[in-house]
């Protein structure tokens, strides 16, 4: 007796990700935050024609793990650098792919111009609240309270000011049509992550603005905690100051449940 | 075909030859005394299928420029004195990155803000790298008229042979004078080689990255900064350009650059009906300068006067070029005024009298 089996691939590594070990600590975000990007890239036919511009900082070497074209930025130019690889192929795909001191502290007027301009660019804003290449300084987005090695004692608004909240400030620009913040710290989160960075690439495809997909992402190396408690620590107290969901949605698509 | 002979300003001049030269990304933030130039382009590219943006910094400006060099294309940016301060970080990431681009600097006084007229107290910044790390950039100085526009096409083609940002250094005197110019045709951009290095997709190759952090362990970066070397060797070996002007009776040899040395031209014309012969030595590469060239004709004619926009530093390259053989003598005028010939006149008047009342000897 005989059975014909009939094989289907479900699940692999995906062509927009090189076979190379990260450098990412343990229980670190940016690992599912590329292989996230990867997917999608992957799944909309995307890898070919995208040139990505990484930050300088923890993902500077993202060229590394990612199988697509890419070229460095100074640090928070990311969005200036992209501007000039889309005016030049606006036939191309060009994504940023950057953390929350490239983003939000030394690029914030790149950001800012960029995102008003409506470039045609898709960003992937990490946000882990610390500055992890450099060893644990405060980052714009350090909440209140928190440990930093530049602020002993936790972030204090009267000495470092309130952390930013970018995304809410990208959203009030005109050319900004889509902007979503999800999290790195639950399957569920996981899987919303993924579905926001798609419509985030279909606004390019389609032409529409600028948009943007905010990743609260864990640092446990840097929060001096375990990777299961950074996960906790998301969940629990980041998402207070930095709530999840739509921010900004104007691209008229409606979403499948 | 070639333009028709054209009445315009300095600035608006490298404006129109850029386009011609096939540049069709502009990127740039206003400041004065150059604003002519991304007032024209912003009207020109258009025409021409390009893009003008009017940046939101300097730093942002060259990072798009960075953008879209990376992207194979033909592009500049300029800017004045502070402005170009202010792009130093992406000249060096470009240098580093080894990629090609022109930056426009009409010099402006300084320090700091300084103020809006001509100066040349930018040249150590220009000549000498100006970011951080260790690189050159090859600069151009266009003594105005015709020959901005053929130092802007020569500018486009240095930086692509080199691969290397290449700056042009005027100053707010010349981009602000109107002269007759007359404009090569637009080069056709298919002519150009192709740059097998631009990032355009990885579609039918592997994926490549283009970057400036060189980490390994093994002597990577080491190793890079002695291929970059290698190539500032062939610049300065293949690439220095001059004007001599300098008959046979010559002796005193002025050496001047940019507005400074029209300036000199006039006061050496006037000192000929006094029965006073000098000459001229105009540098039109700074980096490389053309240092062999200067020493065998300071070994003939060994009285040198510098005369500068500022107060004394393309005369060290002088002092580097002629050594103790030469009587140096240098007179600067700080930036923020606007020069006369009468003025470098009574300098060289000087020399020949040999009364110490304008400029000083310099003792090597």
């Known amino acids: 007796m005989s059975t014909d089996i009939e094989y289907k691939k479900i699940f692999g590594w995906p062509e927009s990700l090189k076979h190379n070990p990260t450098h990412y600590c343990p229980g670190c975000g940016h690992s599912i935050a590329h292989r996230l990007v990867a997917e999608c890239l992957d799944e909309m036919g995307l890898r070919e024609k995208t040139i990505g511009v990484p930050p300088v900082g ?124 999800c999290a790195l710290t639950s399957v569920k989160q996981i899987r919303k992550a993924k579905k926001a960075i798609k419509k985030s690439f279909q606004c390019q495809l389609d032409d529409l603005g600028f948009s943007l997909v905010e990743l609260l992402s864990p640092c446990p190396t840097n929060w001096k905690v375990s990777p299961k408690d950074s996960w906790d620590w998301v969940n629990e107290e980041m998402v207070k100051t930095y709530p999840l969901g739509v921010i900004k949605d104007t691209t008229g698509y409606e979403d499948k449940k | 075909m070639p333009s028709e002979k054209m009445l315009m300003n300095g600035s608006q001049t490298v404006g129109e ?34 893009t003008f943006i009017q940046g939101e910094s300097e730093i942002a400006s060259i990072n798009m420029v960075l953008g879209a060099s990376v992207s194979g294309a033909r592009t500049m940016t300029s800017s004045s004195s502070p402005g170009v301060s202010l792009k130093q970080e992406g000249i060096s990431y470009m240098a580093g990155m080894e990629l090609p681009a022109v930056i426009i600097n009409m010099m402006r006084g300084g320090p700091g803000l300084g103020n809006i007229a001509p100066s040349a107290a930018d040249y150590f910044q220009a000549t000498r790298g100006g970011g951080h790390g260790d690189y050159r950039t090859p600069v151009l100085a266009p003594g105005g008229g015709q020959e901005l526009v053929d130092l802007t096409f020569e500018a486009f083609d240095l930086a692509d042979k080199y691969r290397n940002p290449v700056l042009i250094l005027g100053d707010g005197l010349m981009g602000q004078i109107m002269e007759p110019v007359v404009f090569p045709d637009f080069i056709d951009l298919k002519d150009l080689p192709e740059k097998d290095w631009a990032l355009r997709g990885c579609k039918g190759r592997e994926a490549r990255a283009v970057f400036s952090m060189i980490l390994g362990q093994k002597g990577e970066l080491y190793r890079h900064n002695l291929d970059l070397q290698k190539k500032y060797d062939r610049i300065t070996a293949e690439e220095q350009r001059w004007e001599t002007k300098c008959p046979e009776n010559t002796e005193l040899i002025v050496v001047a650059y940019g507005s400074a040395a029209r300036i000199a031209e006039s006061a050496i014309e006037e000192l000929k009906t006094e029965g006073i012969n000098a000459g001229l030595f105009r540098p039109i590469s700074l980096w490389p300068f053309p240092l062999p060239a200067l020493r065998e004709l300071s070994k003939q004619i060994p009285k040198v006067a510098v005369f500068e926009l500022c107060l004394g530093q393309m005369v060290e390259d002088v002092i580097l070029s002629v050594g103790e053989r030469s009587e140096i003598y240098f007179h600067g005028l700080p930036g923020g005024i606007i020069p006369t010939p009468a003025q470098v006149a009574e300098f060289l008047r000087s020399i020949v009298k040999g009364d110490g009342k304008v400029g000083r000897r310099i003792e090597v």
């Open chain 2, 17 to 50: 030859a850029a386009v011609r030269a096939g540049c069709r990304y502009y990127f740039g933030y206003p400041i004065t005394p150059q604003n002519e130039l991304p007032e024209y382009l912003s009207a020109r590219m258009p025409e021409v299928g390009g």
């Open chain 1, 58 to 181: 923890c993902s500077v070497l993202a060229y590394n793990y990612f199988n697509f074209d890419m070229v460095e930025a100074p640090h928070g130019r990311a969005l200036a650098v992209a501007t000039g690889v889309k005016r030049v192929h606006p036939d191309k795909f060009v994504l940023t792919y950057q953390g929350d001191g490239d983003l939000a502290a030394i690029g914030t007027a790149e950001t800012i111009h960029a995102a008003n301009r409506g470039e045609r660019i898709s960003t992937i804003f990490i946000n882990n609240a610390i500055y992890g290449m450099t060893g644990g300084q405060m980052a714009p987005t350090t909440l209140l309270g928190q440990n930093a090695t530049t602020a002993p004692g936790g972030r204090d608004s009267r000495l470092h000011g309130q952390p930013i909240d970018i995304s809410s400030m990208l959203a009030v620009c005109g050319g900004v049509v889509f902007v979503e913040r």
